[in-house]
């Protein structure tokens, strides 16, 4: 069993590392953000962490010994990275507030808008971000120093927000740069 817990940590370790750094990738290029929240996250490398301290048991061979040690190093500075980045974001990201959520005339497509304000630390606007199954979601609209949506559906997937045309079948959204 605690070989087994060994191997596990491992995988699960690298695993998360992969979805972490997904995520990154995700919210600079703008793309589907398919990682569970920060706080999930942090929850899950706590518990490889713990197989991981379990699996240093295991002293079948070199192997075994160097895969926990690798196992536990992984996973604490994973912990101390998802630690830091969960504080910086409560800290310094300011304000947002659900302004209203919209459907597609054919249900499949849900838009939620958010007022955002940075505080001293930036400027207001408004976000749009298009709603995926469980917790995926991707930024399709961005606009600053304005905190009103006016929406309408041209059809079941291309929307006319604030007077920019934003087709949900495209890659590409509305965020000025």
Not at 5 to 33: D, E, K, T
Not at 97 to 121: E, N
Request: charged share 15%.
């Amino acid at each position: 069993m605690v070989k087994k817990m060994n191997r596990i940590a491992l995988l699960l370790v690298l695993i998360l590392y992969f979805i972490s750094f997904y995520s990154l990738y995700a919210n600079m290029n703008n793309q589907w953000l398919i990682a569970p929240p920060a706080y999930m996250m942090l929850v899950f490398s706590i518990f490889v962490l713990v197989l991981a301290i379990l699996g240093i048991q295991d002293r079948s061979n070199n192997f075994a010994k160097l895969r926990s040690w690798i196992s536990v190093i992984l996973s604490s500075v994973l912990i101390f990275l998802l630690l830091a980045l969960t504080s910086f974001t409560a800290m310094f990201s300011g304000s947002k507030v659900l302004l209203t959520t919209t459907h597609s005339p054919d249900q499949h497509y849900t838009l939620k808008f958010y007022k955002t304000d940075a505080g001293a630390m930036g400027t207001f606007g408004i976000v749009g971000e298009l709603q995926g199954p469980l917790w995926f979601r991707k930024v399709v609209y961005s606009e600053r120093k304005t905190d009103e949506v006016h929406l309408e559906w041209s059809n079941n997937h291309t929307v006319v927000i604030n007077e920019h045309q934003v087709n949900l079948l495209l890659e590409k959204s509305w965020i000025p740069q």
